[in-house]
């Protein structure tokens, strides 16, 4: 298997426009995660998924932040309009079904710089 | 909901010497602890992990081990080696959503 895969894996884009990161989780896995990670706040999650229908994001910061998982074998990050705060890596996570099974597996990463 | 630390943030070790990263949980409900490794540039990576029925788990130089009465856990590598230098990430959850710690950055002095 391929792994989790991320794109793009780096973006630089300015202030005020739209961004988007895809993610595609590993196949059979039915949970996915958007995590954030910052020097300062370290490894965030933002949302998370099971059967592509969003659980918990009370981890995503404000409005301009949002997410959906339209199939199981893709997600988006969208944030709208980005600011240069949103520079971090965000990184996609699954993992599979079942008990004992929590293991997450993280994709690449996207590093994302907003001038 | 779930608070995780880590201490400490930064360690230092000559090459062969023994490091202990240690980490403690604020919700007693949680009951998987996982260790990831991240290298620079790269994806956390797991190395190895726990569960709150097993005290203590090992893997070759790598050895966890889970007080589940002081809400704690620790990583213990043995024997390291300039390639173990790397941040390190310990998590807790109950369920799928995990709490990271703040990371320790090991480097291992050749």
């Known amino acids: 298997d391929a792994g989790v895969i991320q794109s793009p894996r780096h973006e630089v884009t300015e202030m005020g426009q739209e961004v988007t990161l895809r993610c595609k989780p590993i196949?059979?896995?039915?949970?996915l995660f958007w995590y954030r990670q910052t020097m300062m706040r370290g490894l965030e999650l933002l949302i998370y998924f099971n059967n592509n229908v969003p659980i918990d994001d009370s981890g995503m910061p404000e409005d301009r932040f949002s997410a959906k998982m339209p199939n199981a074998s893709f997600s988006n990050l969208k944030i709208q309009p980005s600011e240069p705060r949103d520079s971090a890596v965000y990184f996609c996570?699954?993992?599979?079904?079942?008990?004992?099974?929590?293991?997450?597996?993280f994709g690449p990463g996207t590093r994302l710089t907003v001038l | 909901g779930e608070n995780v630390e880590q201490h400490p943030s930064t360690l230092s070790v000559q090459e062969g010497d023994s490091a202990v990263i240690k980490c403690t949980y604020s919700d007693s409900a949680s009951n998987y602890f996982p260790w990831y490794k991240q290298e620079l540039g790269k994806r956390p990576q797991l190395i190895i992990d726990?569960?709150?029925?097993?005290g203590e788990k090992k893997d070759q130089r790598i050895a966890v081990t889970l007080n589940k009465t002081a809400k704690h856990f620790s990583l213990h590598i043995t024997e390291t080696q300039p390639e173990d230098s790397a941040v390190y990430f310990c998590a807790a959850s109950m369920g799928r959503q995990l709490t990271f710690g703040s990371g320790t950055q090991l480097t291992v002095l050749p």
């Open positions: 726990i569960r709150s029925n097993v």
């Open positions: 996570a699954s993992s599979p079904p079942g008990d004992h099974t929590d293991t997450q597996y």
């Open positions: 196949s059979g896995h039915d949970y």
